[in-house]
Structure formats: structure tokens, C-alpha cells
């Protein structure tokens, strides 16, 4: 799993870590292990001397297809339910606002970015900062909003024409009152992403983004490019090299756990939930580590045993790392044997950038087809991993991306109202 040191062994080897899934340990420092001793084969794992040599036998290529189905079940089933839920098209389309007032509309408009309609590119205010006319009518609309119809009549046409529409129909009716304009959400969506350098860390990328490969239609070779998801990214904590069983002793300077054995009058330690709130609250972090010496003869004795265990801290290697808030670790915590220290319990993945600004503009952005990268469109011919590919070298050189996504239902919706009236 993450956070472990057999993981990184494996990923300095250039091996997968996947293909350990479901491997039997045979031994461990060439003393084999079976069925009748696999308390002493705990023991032998949890035992921090160093080097330690594990012999696997990897799972047979059956064994590994079922567990890899039990494993991959539950995503399915949830990739099923999610494709019920009715989209937003389903439910409203159109949200049309009555001006009566006289005056100016109140609404800036400008090209969308197919041509298809004017869109809405900002709004005129009043001296108090509020939009003209009735405020809680007029905030149903966002920029980027197309404008389909003005007094009933279609303002929507292809290459262009629904923007002369627009712009003949407002200057013949936009100053007769009451004016009636409806309006859709756009279904092309542009997203830019910059990098976040935060305290030295970088959380995320590209690979965040999880794309499928779809044909255009059952007789076309066309191939297009889904956005089906986010996976998580690797955590600072993961990214510095904290392992599992590692000992967190300072906060931001102050001592925790077993660091509180390191500094004479420092009392005694937080309890664990105190260290987690304590982390929570501050921002950035700073945390230091506390590990046994790889080459340190073993102190661990059998889990079975009752007499209470703490790390040797004066002779453990320490080390630190930083990170903007305690969402970006990707870890928690457990109390040690002695009840007082603050042990690395598990390490999991965490939200990166790339889904958070995603998140953050509240777009219905899966599901969408990935129109263009950077301004260039993607051509019909690629693959989602060639894509992936680009999107690596150019974030890397760039430290930014464009991403146009464009919701295909949602404009075949749009555009069935091209010719229609209320």
C-alpha cells in the first residue's frame, strides 16, 4: 500500500507495486515462514532492523484477475449509480428574466466561443455595485450564459448566425418593455490550471484526470475523449517518503508524542485528537519525523506481549517536511503501543490540484469530451493516453494548462431549440 517502504523499493526497481497484490510471503532474511508460524512472521515484519530481505511468491494469474474483480466492484457499481442520476438538462433549460424597468438591459454580451449565440460576458451595475434592474432576478444569470431566445423569437444559428440574430433582434425590441430573454447554460467549458507552489510541495497533475476512449458513432472510426473521473494524487507526505510506523514528534516546532521524551520540561504529550485539531488549525506545517535506525538492533518484541513499547528517540533518525494545510498530507494517524506516541497509521492518496479547481468552478465537468488542450484542438485520431502524454510535457514545461471541455448532451439540447419558439 502507500506509504510503505516495500512500495518504494519496488518503484526505485522499476517494478509495479500492482503486481504484488495477493503474493504469499515466503520469507523473510531467508528464514521461510508457513501456516503453523505466522505469529513469528509478523513479529519478523514489524521488527525495524535493517536491511530487511522479503521473498514473495507472486499470485497466479487467475488469482490475481479475481482479486483484481473484488477490488474493482464497488467502483463499478458506483460508476452505475452515477450514470443514473438525471442531468441538468433533464430537469430546467431555459431561465428567462422580464425587464420592465426602462433603461439599458443591464447585460454585456460577446461571442460564444463557437459562434453559436451571443454569450454574456459581464454585467452593467449601478453606483451601489448591484446589477440594473431586480437584482435577485437578474443573479439567476451567469456570464458565460447563451442568449436562445429574445420575446420568444430564436437567437441561436450556426457559424455565426446566432450572434447576428441576437444583435438584430435586441436592436429592433431591446428597448421595448417588458423585454423577455432566455437564456441556457453554455455546454463549452474552458478551464486553465497554473501550478501551485506551495511551501515546496506539488500535489497532482495530469494524471488526476482519468479519460476514456469513445467512438463518435457506431459506423465512424472518430475516436473522442471522455473525462470519466479523478483519481488521487500522491500526498506530500507520500511524495517526502513517509513510511508507515513512522513517529511524528513535532508540530511546527512544538513536541508531540515521542518528542515530548526528546525535551526535557515539555510536559506531557497531546492526546492524539489534540495533535490531529493541532494540525487542522495551523497552516502552512511543518512536521518532523521520528524513524528507527535502519541498522538498529530490534527492540520489538512480539505483539502478544503486554509490556508497553516507545521508540528509542534519541537514536532514531528524524527528518521533516512541509505542506500547506493538513488536507494535502494524506495521512492518519494512530496512538503507539505506550498509549502517548503518534504513529503514521496509513497513507492514502489525496485530492490534487487538478480536481480541486475543477471541484471549485462547480461544472458538470465528467462526462464532458476533451474539445482542445492549450487552444489547439484534439484531432479525431488520438488516444486518451497520447493526450495524457502532452499534457505531462506541456504541464512541465508550461507549469500550466488549458483544458476545453464541452458537454455534447447539453449543446444537442440547445441546438434542437434552434428553430423553436416558446
Same mark, same amino acid.
Given at each position: 500500500?502507500?506509504?510503505?517502504?516495500?512500495?518504494?523499493?519496488?518503484?526505485?526497481?522499476?517494478?509495479?507495486?500492482?503486481?504484488?497484490?495477493?503474493?504469499?510471503?515466503?520469507? &523473510?532474511?531467508?528464514?521461510?515462514?508457513?501456516?503453523?508460524?505466522?505469529?513469528?512472521?509478523?513479529?519478523?515484519?514489524?521488527?525495524?532492523?535493517?536491511?530487511?530481505?522479503?521473498?514473495?511468491?507472486?499470485?497466479?494469474?487467475?488469482?490475481?484477475?479475481?482479486?483484481?474483480?473484488?477490488?474493482?466492484?464497488?467502483?463499478?457499481?458506483?460508476?452505475?449509480?452515477?450514470?443514473?442520476?438525471?442531468?441538468?438538462?433533464?430537469?430546467?433549460?431555459?431561465?428567462? &428574466?422580464?425587464?420592465?424597468?426602462?433603461?439599458?438591459?443591464?447585460?454585456?454580451?460577446?461571442?460564444?466561443?463557437?459562434?453559436?449565440?451571443?454569450?454574456?460576458?459581464?454585467?452593467?451595475?449601478?453606483?451601489?455595485?448591484?446589477?440594473?434592474?431586480?437584482?435577485?432576478?437578474?443573479?439567476?444569470?451567469?456570464?458565460?450564459?447563451?442568449?436562445?431566445?429574445?420575446?420568444?423569437?430564436?437567437?441561436?444559428?450556426?457559424?455565426?448566425?446566432?450572434?447576428?440574430?441576437?444583435?438584430?433582434?435586441?436592436?429592433?425590441?431591446?428597448?421595448?418593455?417588458?423585454?423577455?430573454?432566455?437564456?441556457?447554460?453554455?455546454?463549452?467549458?474552458?478551464?486553465?490550471?497554473?501550478?501551485?507552489?506551495?511551501?515546496?510541495?506539488?500535489?497532482?497533475?495530469?494524471?488526476?484526470?482519468?479519460?476514456?476512449?469513445?467512438? %463518435?458513432?457506431?459506423?465512424? %472510426?472518430?475516436?473522442?475523449?471522455?473525462?470519466?473521473?479523478?483519481?488521487?494524487?500522491?500526498?506530500?507526505?507520500?511524495?517526502?517518503?513517509?513510511?508507515?510506523?513512522?513517529?511524528?514528534?513535532?508540530?511546527?516546532?512544538?513536541?508531540?508524542?515521542?518528542?515530548?521524551?526528546?525535551?526535557?520540561?515539555?510536559?506531557?504529550?497531546?492526546?492524539?485528537?489534540?495533535?490531529?485539531?493541532?494540525?487542522?488549525?495551523?497552516?502552512?506545517?511543518?512536521?518532523?519525523?521520528?524513524?528507527?535506525?535502519?541498522?538498529?538492533?530490534?527492540?520489538?518484541?512480539?505483539?502478544?506481549?503486554?509490556?508497553?513499547?516507545?521508540?528509542?528517540?534519541?537514536?532514531?533518525?528524524?527528518?521533516?517536511?512541509?505542506?500547506?494545510?493538513?488536507?494535502?498530507?494524506?495521512?492518519?494517524?494512530?496512538?503507539?503501543?505506550?498509549?502517548?506516541?503518534?504513529?503514521?497509521?496509513?497513507?492514502?492518496?489525496?485530492?490534487?490540484?487538478?480536481?480541486?479547481?475543477?471541484?471549485?468552478?462547480?461544472?458538470?465537468?465528467?462526462?464532458?469530451?476533451?474539445?482542445?488542450?492549450?487552444?489547439?484542438?484534439?484531432?479525431?485520431?488520438?488516444?486518451?493516453?497520447?493526450?495524457?502524454?502532452?499534457?505531462?510535457?506541456?504541464?512541465?514545461?508550461?507549469?500550466?494548462?488549458?483544458?476545453?471541455?464541452?458537454?455534447?448532451?447539453?449543446?444537442?439540447?440547445?441546438?434542437?431549440?434552434?428553430?423553436?419558439?416558446?
Amino acid at each position: 500500500p502507500r506509504g510503505t517502504q516495500a512500495r518504494k523499493v519496488a518503484q526505485d526497481k522499476k517494478l509495479d507495486p500492482n503486481l504484488f497484490k495477493g503474493a504469499m510471503i515466503v520469507s &523473510v532474511n531467508g528464514k521461510r515462514y508457513g501456516p503453523d508460524n505466522q505469529v513469528d512472521l509478523f513479529a519478523a515484519l514489524k521488527d525495524p532492523a535493517r536491511p530487511k530481505s522479503i521473498l514473495f511468491k507472486l499470485a497466479s494469474e487467475d488469482d490475481a484477475k479475481r482479486l483484481n474483480q473484488l477490488v474493482e466492484r464497488p467502483h463499478s457499481d458506483m460508476s452505475h449509480s452515477k450514470e443514473q442520476l438525471p442531468s441538468a438538462t433533464e430537469t430546467s433549460l431555459f431561465t428567462t &428574466v422580464q425587464i420592465v424597468n426602462q433603461g439599458e438591459i443591464g447585460i454585456k454580451f460577446g461571442s460564444s466561443p463557437d459562434n453559436f449565440a451571443l454569450a454574456v460576458s459581464g454585467f452593467v451595475r449601478d453606483s451601489d455595485g448591484r446589477r440594473l434592474h431586480n437584482e435577485n432576478e437578474m443573479s439567476c444569470i451567469s456570464e458565460n450564459d447563451l442568449l436562445c431566445r429574445v420575446n420568444g423569437i430564436s437567437v441561436l444559428g450556426e457559424k455565426g448566425e446566432g450572434k447576428r440574430k441576437g444583435l438584430s433582434v435586441l436592436e429592433k425590441v431591446g428597448n421595448n418593455r417588458p423585454l423577455s430573454l432566455s437564456f441556457v447554460k453554455p455546454y463549452i467549458h474552458t478551464i486553465v490550471i497554473e501550478r501551485e507552489e506551495n511551501y515546496g510541495s506539488n500535489v497532482g497533475g495530469p494524471s488526476e484526470l482519468l479519460f476514456s476512449d469513445m467512438k %463518435s458513432s457506431s459506423t465512424s %472510426s472518430d475516436n473522442k475523449i471522455i473525462l470519466g473521473g479523478f483519481s488521487l494524487a500522491e500526498g506530500v507526505a507520500e511524495n517526502n517518503d513517509v513510511f508507515i510506523g513512522d513517529n511524528l514528534v513535532f508540530i511546527n516546532g512544538i513536541p508531540v508524542g515521542a518528542g515530548c521524551r526528546l525535551l526535557q520540561g515539555s510536559g506531557p504529550s497531546p492526546k492524539l485528537f489534540e495533535v490531529i485539531e493541532m494540525m487542522k488549525q495551523h497552516s502552512p506545517l511543518a512536521l518532523t519525523f521520528a524513524r528507527a535506525q535502519t541498522k538498529q538492533a530490534s527492540t520489538v518484541k512480539s505483539y502478544l506481549t503486554s509490556s508497553p513499547l516507545s521508540l528509542d528517540i534519541e537514536s532514531a533518525q528524524t527528518f521533516s517536511i512541509a505542506a500547506p494545510d493538513y488536507s494535502q498530507l494524506g495521512l492518519t494517524f494512530t496512538t503507539g503501543y505506550n498509549g502517548t506516541d503518534v504513529v503514521v497509521k496509513t497513507i492514502s492518496g489525496v485530492e490534487g490540484q487538478f480536481q480541486r479547481k475543477m471541484k471549485q468552478t462547480a461544472l458538470p465537468l465528467v462526462g464532458c469530451k476533451l474539445e482542445a488542450l492549450d487552444g489547439e484542438a484534439i484531432p479525431n485520431y488520438v488516444t486518451s493516453q497520447l493526450v495524457v502524454n502532452a499534457m505531462s510535457r506541456q504541464w512541465s514545461a508550461n507549469n500550466r494548462l488549458e483544458l476545453t471541455f464541452c458537454d455534447e448532451n447539453h449543446r444537442d439540447n440547445v441546438r434542437k431549440c434552434q428553430d423553436s419558439k416558446e
